[in-house]
């Protein structure tokens, strides 16, 4: 599986930004997909994952009531819109993909997008 993050950009405190993130290859409609933002210096961390079948969601408490996470099968997508956004949310947001079961760690995802940059100014 291929992910291509994109959306990141600068904006300021209070709006809002929507990444997406394209699957190729694999079985997309089968992966459970999740966002992981990593500000500097700092590691990699859980923000949000969604099952397969996007009926289920899970957020970090960081995020909750401000991110929301969806996907589309059909175009082998998975969004993040994030809105009330705060200096605080200023990271590289990657997306992952984890072909079986549930998972909130990095280190349960196999596979990685190269992340798209998310810069919030106060």
């Known amino acids: 599986v291929q992910l291509q993050a994109s959306g990141g950009g600068l904006v300021q405190a209070g709006g809002s930004l929507r990444l997406s993130c394209a699957a190729s290859?694999?079985?997309?409609?089968?992966?459970?997909m999740g966002w992981f933002p990593q500000a500097p210096g700092k590691e990699r961390e859980f923000g949000a994952a969604?099952?397969?079948?996007?009926?289920?969601?899970y957020y970090a408490d960081s995020v909750k009531g401000r991110f929301t996470i969806s996907r589309d099968n059909a175009k082998n997508t998975v969004y993040l819109q994030m809105n009330s956004l705060k200096p605080e949310d200023t990271a590289v947001y990657y997306c992952?993909?984890?072909?079986?079961?549930?998972?909130?760690?990095?280190?349960?995802?196999?596979?990685w997008g190269q992340g798209t940059k998310v810069t919030v100014s106060s």
């Open positions: 969604i099952t397969w079948s996007g009926r289920s969601t």
């Open positions: 992952a993909a984890k072909s079986s079961g549930w998972g909130l760690r990095p280190s349960e995802y196999e596979y």
């Open positions: 290859g694999g079985t997309f409609s089968q992966n459970v």
